[in-house]
């Protein structure tokens, strides 16, 4: 993660500053958890980095030792000058991986490592051992650098106008004014900047996941017929369920005593967690699954939104019901069904809506898009035909070559900043040119209505599901083959 000196107390960037390194005491309370202490200049080494463009350096060495024996508290010594009559203190910043042409630094692993343990703990459970947390993390560090680094080659980027409207978002979420949540923010020893960096990494994620997967996803008409015809589609009309998920992975399927070993740890967990052990818990400690550190929780999903590799078995469950041990390639599943509710779903409003998306990239600033999805909007104001300018002009692959069409909706699909636009627009006219996560657009209301679920309705919802649905599997799919291909050397 890539920070500076105003993070949050415990983090660093371990870039020099000046002479020296960034000296702030704090970080000795996160980092001598990881580090032992210095043997004497002839006895131990030290890597850290200076990262830049193409590739990363960890070339310089001989101050300090990292060591495999965690959270042992000590601080050690830099002897910086042999002639120096006072014995002199600086803090270092370690390598823990090397991802590609870039590094995982220990300062973001004790960030991180404290987040998560303030997550356990406010949800009353019992933590993992310390092992199993920073195998956790280290991996979960790991995938995110990898993301990151793509999305950086693809050009992709996060303007800071997109950045500040998704903080003030996320601050309205939480019911402050944007003053109270930098106010809130001070409070909790972080900084406003490494507030915003985090968010700004977190969109460039989603962001190059939404390119790199969507192009991996195709549904067909009998898909779309097969999911109507299922008992799936029924259940969805009235119910959702919040699903508990811990994966046993197996790294070699082809090995017999690898599968055996996975088999009667899954067996045991399912054993446990039917005798009344606690899913949180099991899940933190056991699970390899994305959402481990969450407790295993999915969250509220439809039936048709569920891994079709376990949504039988869970629609089956009463609440408080384990099912499994399941195989599938990654290895075993289990999965409990945390809670039930009806959905409820009868009408909704809709409108029939098209638009054009106008994109930044690597050769394209923010003001020159701005610049021209203004100069569209002025053309189709005075009666430019708007099927000739999406097609030459928007940047939505799935509309663009369709006069910028995305069907009558009700926008529960789209962004929030997407569908405020629409709803403010009157019917037969164009919204103004705003801005969204996805880029600047310019839309048109050509109609609205209120719609029964009937046929059409019932058929846009099913591809919404089934995208959903490929979608999850696609990601992890996808994830494994950027982590499979990533070079990774791990230093802990």
Request: proline share 3%; aromatic share 6%.
């Amino acid at each position: 993660m890539m920070r500076n000196c105003e993070e949050p107390k415990g983090a660093c960037t371990g870039r020099r500053l000046g002479a020296g390194i960034c000296g702030r005491r704090s970080i000795c309370q996160g980092v001598q958890a990881l580090l032992a202490p210095c043997l004497g200049a002839g006895n131990c080494w030290w890597r850290s980095t200076k990262r830049r463009r193409g590739k990363a350096h960890h070339r310089w060495s001989g101050l300090a030792l990292l060591s495999r024996r965690l959270w042992k508290p000590r601080v050690w010594p830099l002897a910086l000058a042999a002639a120096s009559a006072t014995a002199q203190y600086q803090e270092l910043d370690g390598i823990v991986a090397i991802v590609d042409d870039d590094v995982v630094l220990a300062s973001e692993l004790i960030s991180r490592l404290d987040v998560v343990r303030e997550q356990i703990a406010s949800q009353d459970v019992q933590p993992p051992s310390n092992d199993v947390l920073v195998s956790q993390l280290m991996e979960r560090l790991v995938l995110e650098n990898i993301q990151l680094q793509q999305a950086k080659r693809r050009g992709i980027e996060i303007d800071d106008e997109s950045l500040t409207r998704a903080v003030a978002s996320f601050a309205q979420q939480n019911n402050m004014t944007f003053e109270q949540f930098q106010q809130a923010l001070a409070e909790d020893g972080m900084s406003y900047r490494a507030f915003r960096e985090d968010i700004r990494r977190e969109m460039l994620i989603q962001r190059l996941q939404r390119n790199m997967v969507n192009r991996r996803i195709i549904i067909s008409e009998q898909d779309v017929e097969d999911l109507l015809d299922s008992p799936y589609y029924q259940q969805l009309l009235s119910d959702e369920f919040r699903v508990g998920h811990i994966l046993i992975a197996v790294q070699d399927m082809g090995n017999e005593n690898v599968v055996k070993a996975a088999t009667e740890e899954a067996d045991r967990i399912v054993k446990d967690l039917r005798s009344g052990a606690d899913f949180k818990e099991t899940a933190i400690a056991k699970s390899a699954g994305a959402r481990a550190l969450e407790g295993g929780d999915l969250g509220w999903k439809r039936a048709g939104e569920l891994p079709s590799l376990f949504a039988e078995q869970v629609i089956a469950l009463e609440v408080g019901e384990t099912a499994g041990p399941i195989k599938s390639p990654s290895g075993f599943h289990i999965v409990q069904l945390l809670e039930q509710r009806g959905a409820g779903m009868q009408k909704e409003d809709q409108a029939l809506v098209r638009h054009i998306l106008v994109q930044t990239s690597a050769i394209r600033s923010p003001e020159e898009a701005e610049a021209l999805i203004r100069g569209l909007h002025g053309q189709l104001a005075e009666g430019a035909d708007f099927c000739g300018l999406a097609a030459e002009h928007s940047q939505d692959p799935g509309s663009a070559l369709n006069c910028g069409d995305l069907g009558w909706t009700s926008g529960d699909q789209f962004v929030p900043p997407f569908v405020a636009a629409m709803n403010a627009t009157p019917t037969g006219e164009l919204s103004p040119p705003f801005q969204s996560d996805y880029g600047w657009h310019v839309l048109e209301v050509q109609d609205r209505r209120t719609q029964d679920m009937g046929e059409e309705a019932r058929r846009n919802m099913a591809l919404r599901i089934l995208h959903q649905r490929r979608f999850d599997e696609e990601l992890q799919a996808w994830l494994k083959e950027i982590r499979d291909e990533a070079f990774v050397e791990m230093r802990l």
